[in-house]
């Protein structure tokens, strides 16, 4: 009876985190499936803030060359030559960063997404700046 009342507590417990946007897989790290997890989500969290900050750039061009849409898009399409320049040289860095781990390994998967985190959010910042009015 015990092990019900714990294992039904375990599933509420579960449930609510699941639940609650504020919880994520790096609280309470404590085991290697945990720390791949929470790479896993670093690593989404990162990349998606990195999205929002190109479009975040995107925006502010737009407003401060409004009347010149021709240098807006000329601006938008270096943005975005720039940004696909830089994420091959992301993805050439963390290739080079996590030699030697075997691809696939679990150790390989935290390694590539810590690195690839860490370069989204380096990037991210350096896009804050960008197109800044003064």
Same mark, same amino acid.
């Given at each position: 009876?015990? #092990?019900?009342? &714990?294992?039904? !507590?375990? %599933?509420?417990?579960? +449930?609510?985190? /699941?639940?609650?946007? +504020? !919880?994520?897989?790096?609280?309470?790290?404590?085991?290697?499936?945990? #720390?791949?997890?929470?790479?896993?989500?670093?690593?989404?969290? /990162?990349?998606?803030?990195?999205?929002?900050?190109? @479009?975040? *750039?995107?925006? $502010?061009? @737009?407003?401060? %060359?409004?009347?010149?849409?021709?240098?807006?898009?000329?601006?938008? #399409?270096?943005?975005? /030559?720039?940004?696909?320049?830089?994420?091959? &040289? $992301?993805? /050439?860095?963390?290739?080079?960063? *996590?030699?030697? +781990?075997?691809?696939?390994?679990?150790? %390989?998967?935290?390694? @590539?997404?810590?690195?690839? #985190?860490?370069?989204?959010?380096?990037?991210?910042?350096?896009?804050?700046?960008?197109?800044?009015?003064?």
């Amino acid at each position: 009876m015990k #092990t019900m009342f &714990l294992a039904l !507590a375990l %599933f509420a417990t579960g +449930a609510h985190a /699941a639940s609650n946007p +504020a !919880a994520n897989p790096c609280d309470g790290v404590e085991e290697d499936q945990q #720390t791949l997890e929470c790479s896993v989500y670093s690593r989404d969290t /990162a990349e998606k803030l990195l999205t929002e900050n190109v @479009q975040n *750039v995107l925006e $502010r061009v @737009q407003t401060q %060359f409004g009347a010149n849409k021709a240098q807006a898009e000329e601006f938008a #399409t270096k943005l975005k /030559a720039a940004q696909e320049a830089w994420k091959k &040289l $992301r993805d /050439a860095d963390c290739a080079v960063e *996590v030699f030697p +781990a075997k691809p696939g390994t679990k150790e %390989f998967n935290i390694d @590539q997404n810590d690195c690839l #985190t860490r370069a989204s959010d380096e990037r991210s910042e350096y896009l804050d700046t960008v197109a800044q009015s003064e």
